[in-house]
């Protein structure tokens, strides 16, 4: 059997081939959209197919938070997208599991009324380690009176290693690749942000409860 760094290494590998050309699907819409029939946009395949998991052959739960504290409980379908939420804050997860083990996660964070997202994707081994992590954070004033921004990072962590990171990029609202804009202080360390790798083993925890 591989050891996780072995398997760490070929994701890299994998992902990096990809992550060029499979950036689009950039906002939690575009992924709504597609959820909602079953399909994936271009960078989860991407990502999954690294990963080594299969939707089809995947059990799939879903999470889903109304508050501003992020507070994820287990229901049964993906849902009605932005008309679920009851304020201004909306948390959706999908988790597919094999053989009983979480192997892949995507969460997506929006908080609407500043028009700030965030979308983090998790490939786990059979332990629940965390081998890479994926991190889009998007800013579209919701006024049109500043500019955007969507910045895109993908981390692996090899073993007991300190953390990789292989890509930190700007895109376009085409998921190219661009240079990166002048931004303020503020919303530099807002586009760099992003989810401890330990949010994808409580969020297994807490969506895993049926109540």
Known sequence: MPRRNDIAKILVIGLLAISVSMTAQISFDEHFALAKQGKLGAREAAFTKNCGVDRASSTVTYGRSLDENW?????????????????DFLGNVE?????????????????M?????????????????????E????????????????????????????????RSVFLNDAGA???????????????????????????????????
């Open 71 to 87: 507070t994820f409980k287990r229901v049964s379908s993906v849902g009605n997208g932005r008309d679920d939420a009851e304020m």
């Open 95 to 111: 988790i597919w599991s094999v053989d009983g083990k979480a192997r892949f996660l995507n969460v997506w964070f929006l908080i």
């Open 113 to 133: 009324d500043t028009g700030n997202s965030s979308n983090e994707m998790f490939c786990l081994d059979d332990n629940g380690h965390v081998l890479t992590q």
């Open 135 to 166: 991190s889009l954070n998007v800013y579209e004033p919701v006024d049109g009176s500043n500019v955007g921004w969507r910045r895109l990072r993908l981390v692996s962590f090899p073993g007991t290693a300190k953390a990789r990171v292989l």
């Open 177 to 211: 690749q661009i240079s990166a804009p002048k931004l303020s202080k503020e919303d530099l360390g807002e586009s760099n942000g992003h989810s401890s790798p330990d949010l994808a083993q409580d969020l297994v925890a807490k969506v895993s409860r049926r109540k």
